[in-house]
């Protein structure tokens, strides 16, 4: 219709300005183009509906299910999706979900036409993270019992952080396998007989998977302990958390919860009327007798750990999550008497980022398996973030308040955990969809050592 009023607007002020009605001629040429623009009006449509056809077929396939956050791997569509493996890079400044596309497998390619497509398997996408640090302090001497990623030293000046690698491989619509490795700068690099390697090599994690359905996953490997938010949520790779590095309570290498679980996991998501219940089931080997390291050559001793988490993700408060976990095992630490283990945590999370609100509260019972009282340590933190409507949104500033409580009675966390209050205040700014820099300044409080303070940079990406 548009054309033809066009040709009509074109025809019409020669025509009036030289008489009230066309000669012959010019009334066949003016019925000669609107036949013409009937036609090409016409063939429009037909490309139209063809166009809008090829855009339904797609659709019509059913999307795979959201994953709740902190799952370790989300498994490919039950039906073979649209055969690309392009993926749209994030924008700077907009909030990263805690559920991360690097622990998504690709979109499996297709092969045939559309009437005999079929899916290729396995297929594999390789992702990675990395980080350079530097940091200075008013130490005089190493701070004890702190994990060396909370980069708390005597000396001041940079440091190599992890480089990570996610694997992450689609082998059937119903199974999927996540791997973790991550490469650790070593301070003792060249010495000693023969010299250490320069870099530390450690499976972080280790998934394979299968789902049932939205309500039943079933997985076999090594996991980051689901018992708390954090530990699920952001795994290696400090591009995906807004801090530097991790509460201390959930630090990689810490002794506080057990980081590391293998075994056997069962997960999945209940409706629950509009409230998302989640939850994890798991039996699995328990702390090694090194404690701050799980069972990967085999359980210790024959009492196997077991955990239980439960959170939900109501419909009513998007981005708010509310869970608990408990967790039980039989620790046989290397020159220390054996003892019970009961860990019993909670938490509270808003993961918007205007504002970002992290709680978390955990408490550890230790009691000799021989008999004898009870030790309670108690560890939590609350961290706080705004990312700035200003400048891009490129900016967060974050504050976070922790503490770690170990009673003098707890003789399994007395040499291997600190007691002290932290405080953090940074900035994070996002220079690129792909890397971040960020500025801290942390206060220490001791109970059996002199305070401390000092200054933290990084620079951290995903690739």
């Known amino acids: 219709m548009r054309f033809r009023l066009l040709a009509i607007l074109l025809f019409l002020h020669p025509i009036q300005s030289h008489a009230q009605s066309p000669d012959p001629a010019t009334q066949e040429l003016i019925q000669k183009l609107l036949d013409r623009i009937d036609k090409l009006e016409k063939r429009v449509a037909e490309l139209e509906r063809e166009k809008a056809a090829g855009a339904a077929a797609p659709s019509a396939t059913q999307p795979p299910a959201q994953q709740p956050p902190g799952a370790a791997v989300i498994p490919p569509p039950q039906q073979p999706p649209v055969p690309t493996v392009t993926q749209q890079p994030p924008v700077p400044g907009q909030p990263v979900p805690a559920q991360h596309a690097h622990d998504q497998p690709p979109p499996v390619p297709t092969v045939g036409g ?100 939205d309500y039943v996953k079933l997985s076999f490997g090594r ?71 799980g069972g990967d050559a085999g359980d210790i001793n024959n009492n196997r750990a077991w955990l239980v988490n439960t959170y939900i993700l109501p419909n009513w408060a998007y981005g708010l999550q509310l869970g608990g976990s408990v967790y039980r095992d039989e620790l046989n630490p290397l020159g220390l008497a054996p003892a019970q283990e009961w860990i019993e945590s909670a938490h509270v999370v808003w993961s918007k980022e ?15 398996s021989n008999g004898g009282p009870v030790a309670n340590s108690q560890a939590w933190y609350v961290q706080t973030a705004y990312r700035l409507p200003w400048f891009g949104k490129l900016f967060k500033p974050y504050y976070r308040l922790e503490q770690i409580h170990v009673p003098h009675s707890d003789y399994i966390f007395q040499n291997f955990v600190p007691t002290f209050t932290g405080s953090t205040s940074g900035v994070r700014y996002d220079f690129s969809s792909f890397g971040a820099f960020k500025l801290e300044y942390r206060y220490y409080w001791r109970r059996d050592a002199p305070n401390f303070y000092g200054a933290f940079s990084q620079i951290a990406f995903t690739f």
């Open 114 to 213: 559309p009437e005999t497509a079929a899916p290729q398997y396995p297929f594999l996408k390789i992702s990675g993270f990395g980080d350079v640090d530097f940091s200075a302090t008013d130490l005089q001497a190493p701070a004890a019992h702190f994990q060396a990623q909370t980069l708390l030293t005597d000396h001041s000046g940079f440091e190599l952080g992890q480089t990570t690698l996610h694997l992450i491989s689609a082998l059937s619509p119903k199974v999927s396998f996540f791997g973790e490795v991550t490469f650790t700068a070593r301070s003792d690099a060249g010495t000693g007989t023969p010299p250490a390697p320069g870099f530390n090599l450690e499976v972080e994690r280790l998934i394979i998977r299968y789902d049932f359905n």
């Open 223 to 293: 996991y980051h302990t689901p018992i708390n938010y954090w530990n699920t949520a952001y795994h290696h790779g400090q591009w995906l958390q807004t801090s530097i590095s991790r509460p201390e309570m959930v630090q990689f290498g810490g002794s506080f919860i057990p980081v590391h679980f293998i075994g056997a996991l069962g997960q999945g998501e209940i409706p629950a009327g509009g409230l998302n219940l989640n939850y994890d089931v798991g039996v699995g080997n328990g702390r090694g007798d090194v404690i701050s390291r």
């Open 354 to 368: 205007t504002p970002e609100v992290i709680a978390e509260f955990a408490n550890v019972s230790h009691q000799p």
